[in-house]
């Protein structure tokens, strides 16, 4: 420890060799919201944020959260993933669709929820593909009968899906009462159908009947790959109109993208960089702007219909507005009174740009029928391309902040319009649901990468040059040091696994001698040994799988986990499984790995209410003991026989573990905000955490005491869970109520909680006293020692404590109180260290760091010994083509 006069400093391994290739950005949607009555009409007056789904080139597909809390209208995390729904390997994502299940039961301003959704994609074959968002899995395909799907379009009553196929034809697909089944096929035309989009629908002609819907599709728009769009009628699936658009030297013009407003005009974007606004009456070309210098990719419609984003190749994001004009011209049309300008442009991205989407979501309703979105908040616009980040960006037109204040959702600035606004970059995450791909073995000093279907396992060699001192200086931090000199790493293991999704898990025992890795319907068991040369070589059990399924249900066929936790001693296993959410302890000491038991507790809904934890579980044991050989057969044909019913498991997706550094204590928390503990000793259940507002997005126990769970959550604030006395100490309630704006308004969600271990001979009161958060562009350092209790009063909250074995004597105290450390954080300050000045004492308390990035992981090796993982932008954009570039001359 260091004194005030001098600067702690710890040695780091700045590790950019290991090659994760994020997978780049291929479709962007947000849900609809429920079609209004046609006889009533009402305005919003609050809507809250809704999911943003993410499809990606590697098949998988991230459901992304608002990081806010409910009715907050500021968040600066934004999205966040929650879930991460892998894809089948290979396969790509070229189209996404979002429908609602039953409109009837929302209300006209209710933001569907994931179980109010039904998820549909196309990946650049013959297959439709609806998602079961709670299981992460594909619930049913469909082919097109009609060759490749080239897109995908929801009609606004949600009851159909246009695809547009290869053979030059649209196939309705009916979704109406969860079915999935074809409906109708259009004429056919001698070329592709690159895009479609529906046309506002009109109200019946008879409202008053209810058993029918209120409203009725009209017509569809589709750009095709012959230089030209076409208006079909929706009801007979005959064609129109067609409309032509440019040419150059003959070639024909690929129309890639379309969309509608209410009140008729037709958007398009082509591969000649045009925007062209057609008169959907007439089918005539209103007006055409020369936006971008390459093709145009996506369109999307702003909330209220007066706006259009459009982008492409070149990577520019161009706004259009509508203005009304002074006057009409003398051979104007009727439409003429208002006319599109192109009125800002901003290049956010490196490379094209693959899909846009908006929120609040455009609606395409007549005009009498508009629906009107609060004023006071700026929607955001998503973007996504090949650059593998998602883009968002707070879109208020420049006439809204007219009337009153616009609040920025993202809080990055007090500016609101897209054209002066900050825009946002939502930093890639290497692993599903937003966990990190990266593992470590401290004790083995060995590092493994899982993507896709490959696993890399490196070693970290010891350097015997000491850490280096450095002056600490202003936006740096001395305690986070470079290490230089030669490399000091080596390639272990490279193996390329046949799986049938991509990877979702995978983890190292911290002795280096097991490695797991598991795709969604199979775990795989690795015994690493390593030879006279020192040399790794991956020896499988492949009885591994047959262990495990007699334990499982038998559908859904699977024995793949989404989570995994090895104990310290490596002894035993804990896995979460993929599609049945029970948490299995797996012996592996022997010869045979053995299920030793099984806990259901994230199936139960006996101690929820409105899916939040409100009591604890009832007394009985429910965990089932398990040995070598037997099988639950008849369990399984319980649970499956009680699927239908009341009782149903209401499974959770739990896909964050830990252990306590002693192994007596085990951890569990999934995307239904609960969270258990478990005796590792007595392997029985120990208590129910209450429920948060949201998931965690990270757990892990103090390495210098045990008994202490840190939960992180997706807004950067944390708790602090003492798990023998089952409570929230009061010192912990102070200091997670007080935490600095500066570390709750980071723009990047906490990713993980690292501990410092403790030397070898330290004393065995000593501790590390602090804890380190780290997200995608930060690493903040937080201590305990402002607000911990003393000794005999942590004695006496120890008291209340029932394990059933204490490793631990009761008078030792839960952080002992010592001199502050140069790093520490004041629980009593008022929180606003981003306010003025740091002082002393808040540089004292509190220490934030941002020049690694972007991180996908970081840990600590050993005491005073760092382990960091970047994997810098630029390295990744070097693996792509050349982004599109025109030189312009005399420009800089």
């Known amino acids: 420890m260091a004194d005030a006069a001098t600067t702690s400093t710890v040695a780091v391994h700045r590790c950019r060799f290991i090659d994760y290739d994020p997978s780049a950005i291929t479709s962007i949607a947000f849900p609809p919201l429920p079609l209004p009555s046609v006889r009533r009409q009402k305005s919003l007056a609050h809507l809250d944020f809704g999911l943003l789904v993410v499809g990606h080139a590697n098949g998988n597909i991230d459901l992304c959260e608002w990081a806010g809390l409910k009715n907050e209208s500021q968040s600066p995390q934004a999205w966040v993933i929650k879930k991460t729904l892998p894809g089948l390997y290979p396969s790509k994502v070229d189209s996404l669709a979002l429908i609602i299940s039953e409109p009837h039961t929302l209300k006209y301003d209710q933001v569907p929820l994931v179980s109010d959704l039904r998820l549909f994609s196309s990946g650049g074959g013959s297959e439709l593909l609806e998602w079961d968002m709670e299981s992460s899995c594909i619930r049913r395909t469909i082919n097109s009968q009609g060759g490749t799907i080239w897109s995908v379009a929801a009609n606004p009553t949600g009851t159909m899906l246009a695809l547009g196929c290869e053979d030059g034809t649209i196939r309705l697909i009916s979704v109406a009462d969860d079915t999935l089944k074809h409906h109708k096929r259009f004429d056919r035309v001698k070329c592709r159908i690159l895009s479609v989009a529906w046309g506002p629908p009109i109200p019946k002609e008879d409202p008053e009947d209810e058993d029918e819907d209120e409203w009725v599709d009209s017509w569809l728009v589709t750009g095709c790959s012959d230089s030209s769009l076409r208006k079909w009628d929706a009801s007979t699936g005959r064609m129109l109109d067609r409309m032509g658009t440019d040419k150059i030297r003959g070639e024909r013009t690929l129309v890639w993208?379309?969309?509608?407003?209410?009140?008729?005009?037709?958007?398009?974007?082509?591969?000649?960089?045009?925007?062209?606004?057609w008169d959907s009456r007439t089918s005539t070309q209103i007006q055409s702007f020369q936006a971008h210098g390459a093709d145009v990719l996506c369109l999307a419609v702003g909330s209220d219909g007066t706006a259009a984003y459009s982008s492409g190749v070149d990577q520019k994001l161009v706004q259009f507005s509508r203005v009304k004009t002074s006057k009409a011209a003398e051979n104007s049309e009727i439409r003429s009174s208002t006319r599109w300008v192109q009125s800002a442009s901003r290049r956010m991205h490196a490379h094209d740009v693959r899909s846009l989407a908006i929120w609040p979501p455009f609606t395409s309703l007549p005009p009498s029928h508009k629906r009107q979105y609060p004023t006071e908040i700026a929607p955001i616009i998503a973007s996504g391309g090949l650059?593998?980040?998602?883009v968002v960006t707070p879109a208020a037109l420049p006439s809204s902040t007219l009337v009153s204040k616009v609040t920025n959702p993202l809080g990055t600035s007090v500016h609101a319009t897209f054209e002066d606004s900050y825009h946002r970059r939502l930093a890639y995450s290497s692993g599903a649901s937003s966990t990190s791909a990266i593992r470590l073995a401290r004790q083995a000093r060995l590092v493994s990468c899982m993507q896709n279907s490959r696993v890399s396992i490196w070693r970290i060699l010891k350097k015997p040059s000491p850490p280096i001192q450095e002056d600490a200086e202003e936006g740096g931090d001395p305690q986070f040091q470079e290490m230089t000199g030669r490399p000091d790493w080596e390639k272990c293991v490279e193996m390329e696994l046949d799986v049938h999704t991509n990877l979702v898990a995978s983890e190292l025992s911290d002795d280096g001698n097991w490695f797991v890795v598991s795709d969604l319907y199979e775990t795989r068991l690795f015994k690493l040994i390593t030879d006279a040369e020192g040399q790794i070589k991956p020896r499988r059990v492949r009885e591994f799988s047959s262990i495990v399924a007699?334990?499982?249900?038998?559908?859904?066929?699977?024995?793949?986990?989404?989570?995994?936790?090895f104990s310290p001693d490596s002894t035993k296993l804990v896995m979460a499984t993929a599609l049945s959410s029970y948490v299995l302890i797996v012996d592996i000491s022997g010869e045979k790995p053995e299920v030793v038991r099984k806990f259901?507790?994230?199936?139960?809904?006996?101690?929820?209410?409105?899916?939040?934890?409100i009591k604890d579980l009832k007394t009985r044991d429910i965990a089932k003991n398990v040995k070598m050989g037997e099988t639950l057969e008849d369990d399984s044909n319980e649970e499956e026989s009680s699927e239908d019913d009341d009782d149903s498991p209401l499974l959770g997706n739990v896909s964050r573990v830990a252990v306590s550094v002693d192994g007596q204590w085990l951890a569990t928390s999934d995307d239904r905000c609960r969270s258990h503990i478990f005796n590792m000793d007595s392997i029985?259940?120990?208590c129910v955490l209450p429920s948060f507002p949201q998931p965690a997005q990270s757990i892990a126990f103090s390495l210098s005491n045990p008994n202490l769970l840190i939960l992180a959550f997706p807004n950067n604030t944390f708790q602090i869970y003492d798990v023998e006395s089952r409570q929230f100490p009061a010192w912990s309630r102070e200091l997670c109520n007080n935490l600095p704006k500066r570390f709750t308004h980071l723009h990047d969600p906490i990713i993980g909680v690292a501990f410092e271990p403790s030397p070898p001979d330290a004393p065995s009161n000593s501790s590390e006293r602090f804890a380190v958060f780290w997200g995608a562009t930060w690493i903040c350092k937080i201590g305990f020692d402002d607000v911990l209790p003393s000794s005999s009063s942590a004695a006496r909250g120890r008291e209340g404590g029932n394990s059933k074995k204490r490793r631990r004597e009761s008078t030792k105290p839960v952080l002992p109180p010592t001199t502050p450390q140069k790093n520490s954080v004041n629980a009593n300050s008022n929180g606003h260290l981003n306010e003025g000045p740091p002082t002393e004492e808040h540089r004292r308390n509190f220490k934030l760091i941002t020049h690694y990035r972007p991180l996908l992981y970081m840990d600590y090796l050993g005491?005073?010994?760092?382990?960091?993982?970047?994997?810098?932008?630029?390295?990744?954009?070097?693996?792509?083509?050349?982004?599109?570039?025109?030189?312009?001359?005399?420009?800089?």
């Open 257 to 277: 993208t379309v969309a509608t407003t209410g009140d008729g005009i037709i958007i398009s974007g082509d591969s000649l960089g045009m925007v062209k606004f």
């Open 387 to 390: 650059d593998m980040s998602v």
């Open 550 to 565: 007699p334990h499982l249900p038998s559908k859904p066929a699977s024995t793949g986990a989404v989570s995994f936790a």
């Open 600 to 613: 259901d507790h994230h199936r139960q809904r006996n101690n929820l209410l409105r899916e939040r934890v």
């Open 684 to 686: 029985q259940h120990h």
């Open 863 to 892: 005491p005073g010994e760092m382990i960091v993982v970047e994997r810098p932008l630029v390295d990744v954009l070097a693996a792509l083509p050349p982004a599109y570039f025109k030189h312009k001359y005399g420009a800089s």
